[in-house]
């Protein structure tokens, strides 16, 4: 069966301070790899959307950036964290066609 | 623009109190409406895919409907495990991406 890990589960940072989540993804192969924001209250946002290693599209632009490295592992990174990243992180991954999307237990990333 | 909205925002049932979540979406073409539980703290889990208006899924005591317009997640005979927020969402048809309600947040009282 497939599996999604997300790490750390909480992060707290500092304003102006890099950032960098990980996400993998198990027992599946070319798999498509989302990155979603969630804020209280409010519905996910998608980030970013990934079909294939390196091929990367982004939804909304922001201070971040993603990355796909290998087939199975999704990257989001920020090179200085502003106050407004502050939020619940979520990956996830889908077969080809997107349907449906799994969902990992997501980071929560607070920045001080 | 897809969209999707979701009433009501909150909802508190007593257990045994049966009710219905709904899920109103405006999409250029229909590919999948889903259905989405998220309990505090983790990452939303996958309840059902619903494909076109009439479509009906099951799972223990919810099922979920589907219409040309809107969706509906009816809880039976709810327990307090059931209490956590509901997500909808849809897939259009000339598209990967999902559209994502803002959710339900559903407390069911012993």
């Known amino acids: 069966s497939q599996t999604i890990h997300q790490w750390p589960a909480t992060l707290v940072q500092p304003v102006g301070s890099p950032l960098s989540l990980e996400c993998t993804v198990e027992g599946t192969s070319n798999p498509n790899l989302y990155w979603y924001r969630q804020a209280a209250g409010r519905g996910l946002q998608l980030l970013f959307y990934?079909?294939?290693?390196?091929?990367i599209s982004s939804e909304v632009p922001q201070n971040l950036s993603a990355s796909r490295p290998q087939d199975r592992q999704f990257i989001l990174s920020s090179k200085k964290l502003l106050l407004s990243d502050s939020g619940f992180y979520l990956c996830?991954?889908?077969?080809?066609?997107?349907?449906?999307?799994?969902f990992g237990d997501g980071t929560r990333l607070s920045i001080l | 623009e897809d969209q999707v909205t979701q009433s009501p925002e909150a909802l508190r049932l007593q257990e045994g109190e049966s009710s219905s979540l709904n899920c109103s979406y405006t999409v250029s073409g229909l590919r999948g409406l889903f259905w989405y539980r998220q309990d505090p703290g983790k990452g939303p889990e996958f309840l059902f895919t619903l494909y076109s208006a009439g479509e009906e899924k099951e799972k223990e005591r919810l099922k979920a409907t589907l219409t040309k317009k809107e969706s509906f997640l009816h809880i039976t005979a709810p327990k307090p495990e059931d209490s956590a927020t509901y997500l909808c969402?849809?897939?259009?048809?000339?598209?990967?991406?999902?559209?994502f309600g803002p959710g339900t947040r559903l407390s069911v009282l012993p």
């Open positions: 969402a849809v897939q259009a048809a000339d598209g990967q991406n999902f559209v």
């Open positions: 996830a991954w889908s077969v080809l066609g997107g349907q449906p999307q799994h």
């Open positions: 990934s079909v294939g290693i390196g091929q």
